[in-house]
């Protein structure tokens, strides 16, 4: 029976011994066996190719075959521009027929560094008689040549591991030798070869539900049931049959227009209309969108709405809210919701220069209760609580479970007159706790942390 990754950890590891087998090439005296002793202050004491083109490589000889469990890199006393900034480790039975067991690279210093090397198929370890090492780039420009100053090789070699190891992974090869086959005659339409010797070896080509889905599409041309086959996949009805290729799949986002349903007869009262500098917000838990204010080209606008995501339908809920107790007119300002509470946070907005005065310049502070449909004004001057001065385009984001909201950045509004002698000023970052009302200054706007305008910012 062959060893199993289990087997193999309870054995000690070994330090492997070997020969150079092979080499691509090697300039002057810096001998592939170079690599054998390790000598970091001797700087000739190396391999280095005699060209960057590629493939330059090194090929080592197991004295006898073994499980290879990790190589070492020695290096130079010091940094140098041939070492190895990315390479690639195969290894095998025979130097002709080899497995890739890693990719990286090393850092370019002076310290030794070890990698754990692939060495298993199908939860078995195989063992390997051959190592190369191909390098791909160095540390210096790409016309410099590389060089390995030492390569040291662990692993297990014990033949009461080793043996089974090697009888199983040349059955394994066997049995991958018989697939091609398979697939080869499948292809060719050579349906007798086919059967025969899948029916004579009793190997399967593949999962039965690709024989199915080559079926469906090659042979029938049934594309419903191809898409109803690969939807089970996905689905996970195969035993995670496409797991791991889905899980080396690049997420992309995938944009999806919303079209609101209404009447086109009303359409001003069915849906909010084009606008800029408005905010949003989403109960995930209601599935329920909020939308406050913003600036129509030519006027703030005080409407306030709410998309339900269920229906697509939208709802206004105040076609005036300072008429309702809510904050006026107003665009560039932020919400926040709290999800457990059910409550809207509004906090800035933007003034022209000719609206600006001392009254108008305070910022007012709402929140909206949700369940109850209702405004409630916080403070008509965060200010003078501790709080922001009246800003816009800031940011704002909530801990739920503590009730804390953060408030970030943002230009903070002056009166007219002073805008056009002064440089501009930018709020620092907030909290402000909304179970015993009262604003705290975590940092003011400073070098190293730089207040900012039209940035993004949430509660992780």
């Known amino acids: 029976m062959a060893a199993g990754s289990s087997d193999v950890v309870d054995v000690e590891e070994q330090i492997l011994k070997y020969t150079i087998h092979k080499w691509s090439s090697h300039s002057g005296n810096y001998d592939p066996r170079n690599i054998l002793v390790d000598k970091p202050n001797d700087q000739s004491s190396r391999w280095s190719s005699a060209s960057n083109y590629p493939p330059q490589f090194l090929t080592l000889k197991l004295c006898r075959p073994a499980v290879v469990k990790s190589i070492t890199f020695g290096k130079y006393e010091k940094a140098h521009v041939c070492n190895l900034r990315k390479f690639k480790v195969y290894g095998g039975l025979h130097d002709e027929h080899m497995t890739e067991l890693l990719e990286s690279g090393l850092r370019n210093d002076h310290l030794k560094e070890t990698f754990n090397l692939r060495n298993e198929l199908e939860s078995r370890v195989f063992p390997c008689h051959y190592i190369k090492i191909v390098p791909i780039l160095p540390w210096g420009p790409s016309n410099f040549n590389f060089s390995i100053w030492f390569v040291e090789l662990s692993g297990v070699e014990d033949p009461s591991i080793v043996q089974p190891s090697l009888a199983w992974f040349n059955k394994y090869r066997e049995r991958e030798a018989i697939r091609l086959c398979l697939k080869h005659f499948r292809q060719q339409n050579y349906t007798e070869a086919f059967e025969s010797l899948q029916k004579k070896t009793r190997i399967s080509l593949e999962h039965h539900m690709l024989t199915e889905l080559h079926q469906s599409l090659v042979l029938n041309s049934d594309f419903e049931e191809c898409e109803r086959l690969m939807e089970q996949a996905a689905e996970g009805k195969y035993n995670g049959l496409f797991t791991e290729y889905i899980s080396r799949q690049i997420l992309k986002p995938e944009w999806t227009a919303i079209l609101a349903n209404g009447t086109d007869d009303d359409p001003v009262n069915a849906w909010p209309g084009m606008r800029g500098g408005h905010q949003m917000c989403i109960d995930s838990e209601a599935q329920l969108i909020y939308l406050l204010g913003g600036w129509n080209g030519v006027v703030d606008l005080p409407d306030f709405w709410v998309f339900n995501i269920g229906t697509g339908k939208w709802t206004c809920l105040s076609f005036d809210t300072e008429k309702d107790g809510g904050p006026c007119a107003r665009s560039c300002h932020k919400m926040c919701l709290d999800s457990h509470r059910k409550l809207i946070y509004t906090l800035g907005r933007y003034l022209d220069s000719g609206s600006r005065n001392n009254t108008t310049l305070k910022s007012d502070f709402y929140v909206y209760d949700i369940t109850a449909n209702h405004w409630t004004l916080i403070s008509d ?50 909290a402000y706790d909304c179970q015993t009302s009262t604003w705290q200054k975590l940092k003011a706007d400073c070098s190293e942390f730089k207040s900012r305008i039209g940035h993004s910012m949430l509660f992780h």
């Open 381 to 430: 001057d965060t200010a003078a609580m501790g709080g922001p001065s009246l800003i816009f385009d800031h940011q704002i984001c909530m801990d739920t479970e503590t009730s804390t909201i953060f408030v970030f950045g943002g230009r903070v509004l002056s009166a007219s007159s002073e805008e056009r002698t002064q440089e501009p000023f930018f709020s620092g970052l907030y």
